[in-house]
């Protein structure tokens, strides 16, 4: 059984970072892309960042790139996100998910397992 756990979310002030897991079980992710994304509520779920299997390529949504940083150790099947210079308007449920081939994208269609999703709440 495939399973994607994220940890790390939490509450932290403006400005301050919080840096996230996801650790896969059931299987190797080494060959497929990852990739993280967040619900705000009463919005859709979009895109954050995701990094590739091969070269470590990463790709990230344009006004995060800077603040978020996506990594991964394949040693451990567990993908990363470092946030720092948290906003307020960070606040969402982070959700980490795997694509079924090695390739990346922001499309959430193009992945094909779920993590249950960790709350990141940014306190003004």
Partial sequence: QVQLVESGGGLVQAGGSLRLSCAA????FQNNGMGWFRQ???????????IRWSG???IYK??????????RDDAKNTVYLQMNSLKPEDTAVYYC???PTATISPDLRDYEYWGQGTQVTVSS
Avoid at 62 to 71: E, T, V
């Fill in 62 to 71: 344009d006004y995060l790139k800077g603040r978020f940083a996506i990594s």
């Fill in 56 to 58: 470590y390529s990463t």
């Fill in 25 to 28: 079980s059931g299987r190797t």
């Fill in 97 to 99: 998910a795997a694509s």
């Fill in 40 to 50: 705000a509520p009463g919005k859709e779920r979009e895109f954050v960042a995701a």
